[in-house]
C-alpha cells in the first residue's frame, strides 16, 4: 500500500524531495513510476513532488524508452538531477574534504593534493581490476562499468564510431573536484591503468558536463596485467603509469604522443539512460 503522508505537509515533503534527490545522486535518472515504488509514495504524490522540483530547477524530465514493457502511448518520462540538484546533495562531508585539501595545498604545496589525487586514483584502480581481469579482453570495458557502478559511479559503457566510451552518471567527489581538477587526471590515469591502453576524458560533471565520459579508441586492446601495479610501484610513479592531459589524453607507460600520432577526435560524448541505481554502494 503507498503511503501519502509524505506528499502532507512542509517538513514531510523537505524528506520526500531529499530521499528523491538521492535516489537520482545514486541512480543518475528514474521515472516517475520508479521513484514511487522505490519510496513507497503513490504515483499521485510522487509525481506532485516531481512538479515542484521540476519548478524549482532541481530535476529536469527528458522523455526516453522505458525498460518495462509499456501499453501505447508516449514514452515515460525520466527524471535527472540538474546542476542546482546535483548541488542540493549532501554536502557537508564535500566542504570538509575541500577544506581540508586546500589547507593542505597551503601548508604542504600543491603537490601533496596531487599525490592525495593519485593515492585515491590507485584505491579506485585496486577495487576495480579483478573484476576487469577476470572479463575476456572485448568485454573489458563493460566489466569495469560495472565494477564502477559498484563502487558508486553509476557507469556505463556506449559505442561511438571511434571506438568505445564509458560513462559515469554520477561523480562522488563533483563538488570536491570542482576545485580540485588533479582528482578528475588521477581517476583517468588510473583507468588507462586499468585497461591498459590510451584513454580520452572528454568531458566530466566537475568541468559543468552532465556526465563523465571517457574514451577508448577504435584499435585499443584492453589487456591489464592480471597481477596489476605493486603497492611499491604506484608509490613510485606517484600513482600514475600512465601520462598525458584531459585534453590529449592518457597512454599507458609513455607520456603524451605528438600531435601527428594521437588518435582522430572521437565524436562527441552521448551517453545512454544511467543504469538503474539497484546493486550499486555509494
Known amino acids: 500500500m503507498k503511503n501519502d503522508h509524505d506528499a502532507s505537509g512542509g517538513t514531510a515533503d523537505g524528506r520526500t524531495r531529499d530521499r528523491v534527490v538521492r535516489l537520482l545522486l545514486e541512480g543518475g535518472s528514474a521515472t516517475a513510476a520508479e521513484l514511487s515504488r522505490q519510496l513507497g509514495v503513490s504515483p499521485a504524490g510522487i509525481r506532485r513532488h516531481l512538479d515542484a522540483m521540476v519548478g524549482d530547477g532541481i530535476i529536469t524530465p527528458t522523455e526516453s524508452r522505458s525498460r518495462e514493457p509499456r501499453g501505447r502511448g508516449r514514452p515515460a518520462k525520466r527524471y535527472a538531477l540538474t546542476e542546482a540538484g546535483h548541488r542540493a546533495g549532501p554536502t ?44 575476456e579482453p572485448a568485454d573489458r570495458p563493460a566489466a569495469l562499468a560495472e565494477a564502477m557502478t559498484a563502487a558508486g559511479y553509476t557507469a556505463s559503457v556506449s559505442e561511438l564510431p571511434t571506438g568505445l566510451q564509458i560513462c559515469q552518471h554520477h561523480c562522488p567527489v563533483q563538488f570536491v573536484a570542482e576545485r580540485f581538477p588533479a582528482l578528475c587526471d588521477a581517476e583517468t590515469a588510473a583507468l588507462a591503468r586499468v585497461l591498459d591502453t590510451h584513454v580520452q576524458r572528454l568531458a566530466t560533471i566537475a568541468h559543468g558536463d552532465g556526465v563523465c565520459t571517457t574514451h577508448i579508441p577504435v584499435g585499443a ?4 596485467d592480471p597481477h596489476g601495479p605493486s603497492d611499491q610501484d604506484v608509490s613510485r610513479a606517484g600513482g600514475f603509469r600512465a ?11 609513455g607520456s603524451q604522443p605528438p600531435v601527428s600520432d594521437r588518435d582522430p577526435a572521437p565524436a562527441p560524448p552521448t551517453c545512454p539512460p544511467s543504469p538503474s541505481s539497484e546493486g550499486s554502494a555509494l
Open 243 to 253: 601520462g598525458g592531459s584531459r585534453e590529449g589524453g592518457f597512454r599507458v607507460g
Open 92 to 135: 557537508a562531508y564535500s566542504d570538509l574534504a575541500a577544506g581540508a585539501l586546500r589547507f593542505l595545498a597551503e601548508v604542504v604545496g600543491p603537490s601533496a593534493v596531487s599525490q592525495f589525487a593519485e593515492g585515491r586514483a590507485s584505491d579506485l584502480e585496486r577495487r576495480v581490476r579483478s573484476a576487469v581481469v577476470a572479463a
Open 221 to 224: 586492446a584492453p589487456g591489464p
